[in-house]
């Protein structure tokens, strides 16, 4: 059996075309799709994901990324001026259209990524081949206090449109799935990484921070506790941005880094294989939310599982979703997005005390292998 799963992805030798997708979602789905296969079921990833490069013709393409699942990618083409953006988006919707109109069947079963981008071709489908979405909901865009009214109704639509769901958190699917159509719930990555890093070995205690880079997310936060931890600690800052917002970080990182108080690096963007041994070298992995706490209700940050899967403690902002989760029990609650209350947090953990989050994610990943079966032969 093969199933066509639509969502933003490429792989690292294609990097110079900068599609338009984060590692994120591209863990995420590299995890569904080892779950499809070990239900023998093989995966077809469609990605319209248009360039951010301001220049350049990319050519679509189909690739094998392993012996049961293949890649086909949209053709792309970068443009000079911002206002322009909406051109690309309308040549990668129509490309997205004409492929899934000439190569599925009607009332065929797509697994679909929820994005905003992609609704409107998505909900055409879906009219005109009676497609049956099994919706992969991360988190509700709606629920941020400046989404306009239209994109509200328009994503609200396509929600209840899918016949299935794939929810990151119990909360989304309390307050989405009011029909009670069938479901899963998929924190992040349950995958169980193998020890194959030791620590620094430098008596420090290391703490890092992957994900996005943007004065409004959790990496400037990170920064911030470094007056708050004595020197004995060091704050690894991971991830990725644009230029403005990585300088922005560096300048921020030289300003609050002092001898006296704990070190703060930035370590780039790391992926795959050498980003787990990162990982497994640190001791405390961090994710402060944003101060929205409807937004928090309503998404799962996948780092989480990251961290968990890879042996570490983990420092949370409190939010329903993440309060309400499996991992719950294995986590460290901040009761506020505070540098002085994270890190107050932070040194509470003792290190040295009995932790082993690897055999909860692993029965985990046993759970969502059957939830997954079920939801297919529904």
Known sequence: MRIKYISFYDVKEYDKEKRVCFPSTINKA????DVLNRNGVSVDIISSAWTKNRTG?????????SEFNKLYVSPAFGVVWSKL?????LFTWLWLMLYIIKNTKQEETIIVYHGINKIIPLLFLKKIKKLHYIL?????FSSLSTFPVWKTKLEMKMIRSADKYIFASKYLNKQVNLQNKPYCIINGNYKVEKVISEGFNDHK????????????KGAFTSVELAKFLPNSYHIHILGFGDVDEINKLIEHIKKNNNHNYACISYDGLICGKKYTEFLQKCDIGLCPQIADEKYNSFSFPSKISSYLSNGLRVVVSRSSAIEDSPLSSLLFFSDDDTPQQISKTILGIDLQSN???????????KQVVKCVKYLIDY
């Open 85 to 89: 953006i909406v051109i690309q988006k």
């Open 355 to 365: 932790y082993n989050s690897r055999e909860v994610i692993s029965q985990l990943d």
């Open 205 to 216: 205690v290391h703490i890092v921070y992957a994900g996005i880079i943007n004065s409004k």
């Open 136 to 140: 992969e909901v991360e988190e509700i």
């Open 57 to 65: 013709f990319y050519r679509s393409r189909a690739l094998d990324l």
């Open 30 to 33: 590299n995890y569904i799709c």
